[in-house]
């Protein structure tokens, strides 16, 4: 009995001996759990063109950064009068591939498609309105980019120069626009503020206009690169003289000098009545002229009102992830950051001004150029944006030939027959 109480005890001794090396080993001999990755800060190179929000965005990133601070966000901005197309392929060719850019979509969406991370399943996806999804959906159905926002552009007026020179009522068709221009010009107001220094705004988004017109705007451009329809002969075409001749004829001095700052910035100062540009220079103008009284007006081809009161509404640009970023969670988690938390969300539509491409965010705070973009497309009487389907790079030969037109060096049917060669030399 003496031995099996020794024995006992031993054995409890040695229980309680081993107890304390493994309390020993835990708290102090085994090395602890390596949680040094979650404490790790990685950056996060964002590369964007909307030079008119670069700083407002900026300030949403320093919001994001206090929520997550193991996550650091670098902000370039190339956009304006810069090419950011150009910028962006020449950071990956350099090695300096960003973990966040742009893609507009359709064509550059065929281009850029390899670098690109599939985002269908990402949680803000299904929100996305079906406008919104177009430009970045493959013919497999997976979504590789999120809408920036939606945006319009047309003629912003300003009503009280209107009023002044006794417009009454605002110009819809082609002979309202060019009597509205008489009447101002008549008061001693420059009409229009024409930045034909600028490719993208007459190679682009003026000359958007015909295509957008178009009866069926996608059968006509799969047509001319099938070669079955022609731009030369196009009776769209032939009423783009019109609205042409008007802006330049009534515009400012030196239009092909004239670049993006200085059309807003003449504008905004009261120097002229109309600016062709769209609702994403709501926040310069504002900064300029923070009591200017504006609206927009169509680009009008014809005194068809029904066909020429419509505004050309669509997804600027989309954020995209290069799948081959080191930091690619930490890069998805801040898109769905930006449309998902209120910070972000009161961003986008209060501070930004956009009009959100999400039917979870409802479009507070937008300034009168953000809610006529919005009503307009409330009432359906829109236009679509076409040039993300044209040919890569036609777009900067569209604009040198308007240019030539407008400098008197060419006459209208050549314009319209170089708009035909370089679409030919480009498809």
């Known amino acids: 009995m003496k031995r099996f109480a020794l024995l006992l005890l031993s054995l409890v001794l040695m229980a309680g001996i081993m107890a304390g090396c493994s309390s020993s080993s835990s708290s102090g001999d085994e090395k602890p759990k390596d949680d040094s990755k979650d404490d790790e800060v990685v950056t996060l190179n964002l590369f964007q063109f909307k030079v008119e929000i670069a700083d407002q965005l900026q300030e949403m990133i320093g919001e994001f950064e206090k929520e997550h601070p193991n996550i650091k966000v670098k902000l370039e901005t190339v956009g ?228 020429a009161d419509r505004l050309p509404v669509g997804v600027p640009n989309n954020w995209v992830l290069n799948k081959n970023s080191e930091h690619l969670d930490e890069a998805k988690l801040f898109l769905d950051w930006m449309v998902s938390s209120e910070t972000g969300k ?11 491409a999400f039917d979870n965010i409802e479009p507070n705070g937008l300034g009168p150029l953000g809610q006529h973009i919005l009503e307009y497309s409330k009432e359906d009487k829109t236009i679509p944006w076409t040039w993300f389907r044209w040919p890569d790079g036609a777009n900067k030969e569209f604009a040198a030939a308007i240019q030539e037109y407008a400098a008197g060096k060419i006459d209208y049917d050549t314009l319209v027959e170089r708009f035909q060669a370089s679409w030919d030399n480009l498809k």
Request: glycine share 10%; charged share 25%.
């Open 80 to 307: 304006g009068g810069a090419d950011y197309g150009a910028a962006l392929k020449a950071k990956f060719a350099s090695g300096e591939q960003p973990d966040i850019f742009n893609n507009g979509g359709f064509k550059e969406l065929e281009l850029w498609k390899e670098h690109l991370a599939d985002l269908s399943n990402e949680p803000w996806a299904e929100h996305v309105l079906p406008i919104g999804k177009v430009p970045m959906t493959d013919t497999d159905g997976k979504l590789y980019g999120m809408p920036v926002n939606l945006e319009g552009y047309g003629f912003i007026y300003n009503k009280d120069l209107f009023e002044e020179a006794g417009i009454t009522e605002p110009p819809n068709t082609i002979s309202e626009l060019k009597d509205a221009a008489e009447k101002l010009k008549d008061k001693g107001i420059t009409p229009f503020s024409a930045g034909y220094g600028e490719w993208w705004v007459i190679g682009q988004h003026l000359l958007n206009i015909p295509f957008a017109q178009q009866e069926d705007p996608v059968a006509f451009i799969e047509a001319l690169y099938s070669g079955s329809e022609k731009i030369t002969g196009n009776e769209k075409f032939k009423e783009f003289k019109e609205v042409l001749d008007t802006e330049i004829n009534f515009g400012n001095e030196n239009p092909l000098t004239t670049d993006y700052n200085t059309q807003v910035t003449l504008f905004a100062s009261g120097k002229t009545a109309m600016l062709q540009q769209g609702n994403w220079t709501e926040n310069m103008i504002l900064e300029i002229n923070p009591e200017i009284n504006m609206g927009f007006l169509p680009i009008p081809l014809t005194d068809d009102e029904a066909a």
């Open 346 to 356: 009161r961003y986008i539509t209060e501070e930004f001004a956009f009009i959100p």
